[in-house]
């Protein structure tokens, strides 16, 4: 007998396990990385220019968290925890989001002016950027109810812009970044949980029923 | 036939427990200059290349050199890379994109 049940109402336990499984607490463990760099950044312990990798990096993470939901559902079957971070899908995604802009805001601030900035976007590492953000901007905007409702199936195909998002960031990490090492860190878990999705669904699509050892049908 | 899938998920979880390990050298190149007593102070470049025409807005030791961010006297945003011995300019690069670097390096 759980504790819910046993009581008519709401213990404080329950009530505090809640407010932290809820998604308005969700959000605001999603804002305390930015919160800390804000901080730092305020208070004068960190450059601009050093605002840029963790705020591109923590952008990174939470893209790449919100895009392993899927294929690993795909992969595993639907399991507890997974659908716990399903319904939190939409919010890695966005705070993804929100991250990268704070990423270009303080691209800005360091750069200081139109034309240095004008200057170096034909570098690979900086042009991948500005694409990987512009495709990120509609898959924020419709990231609601009323954008999935008013979509309809179209929904689903310009939520996919995620992919090609991905693989910009990926070559924007390491060109930008002279070295590989970070990125494919970062980026390794989502290749392999593709792969093996891939993997999964060659094998039920191609595979016969199943014989016993050694007799060919 | 589960085996695939678990053993990739398996790599993906090693792979995620290592993004933890600290990349701040971005090690463009390496500089094998001795022990920094003999090196010549940051300071030292830094006005060095501010008279030779430069912006500096930071510098720090990476990979055994200095590594200078600012502005070329042409105007370009940079990060380039100079001898701590010599001053020798041995790399400079935006956002990456190669745009000098010397011979040997």
């Not at chain 1, 090609?164 to 070295?179: E, K, R, S």
């Amino acid at each position: 007998m759980t504790i819910a049940t046993a009581f008519p109402y709401p213990t404080p336990v329950a009530k505090l396990r809640s407010l932290l499984n809820s998604l308005p607490f969700f959000w605001l463990l999603l804002a305390i990385p930015g919160a800390l760099m804000l901080a730092g950044w305020l208070d004068g312990a960190i450059d601009t220019m050093d605002m840029l990798h963790p705020t591109g990096e923590t952008s990174a993470r939470l893209m790449i968290a919100a895009m392993l939901i899927g294929p690993l559902t795909g992969v595993l079957g639907a399991r507890r925890w997974l659908g716990w971070l399903l319904r939190r899908r939409r919010a890695l995604g966005v705070s993804a989001f929100l991250y990268a802009l704070a990423h270009l805001v303080f691209y800005v601030i360091d750069m200081g002016n139109l034309d240095d900035m004008l200057a170096e976007i034909g570098a690979p590492g900086i042009w991948t950027g500005w694409v990987a953000l512009a495709l990120m901007l509609p898959l924020a905007c419709t990231s609601n109810n009323a954008a999935m409702r008013a979509l309809g199936a179209a929904w689903k195909r310009l939520q996919r812009l995620a992919y090609p998002a991905a693989i910009l960031t990926l070559l924007h990490w390491w060109w930008v970044h002279n070295g590989l090492a970070g990125a494919l860190a970062h980026f390794a878990p989502l290749a392999l949980v593709w792969l093996a999705l891939a993997a999964r669904r060659l094998q039920s699509v191609d595979a016969p029923p199943r014989t016993p050892k050694g007799i060919r049908p | 036939m589960t085996k695939l899938p678990l053993a990739a998920l398996a790599l993906a979880v090693a792979a995620t427990a290592g993004l933890s390990a600290p990349a701040h050298a971005t090690g463009a190149i390496k500089c094998d200059a001795g022990p920094q007593s003999g090196w010549k102070s940051r300071e030292a470049l830094e006005s060095k290349l501010t008279k030779d025409g430069w912006q500096v807005r930071k510098s720090k030791v990476d990979g055994g050199c200095y590594e200078v961010y600012g502005t070329t006297p042409e105007g370009d945003r940079v990060e380039a890379y100079f001898h701590p011995v010599t001053f020798e300019k041995l790399y400079v690069a935006r956002r990456g994109q190669v745009l000098f670097r010397a011979k040997g390096y």
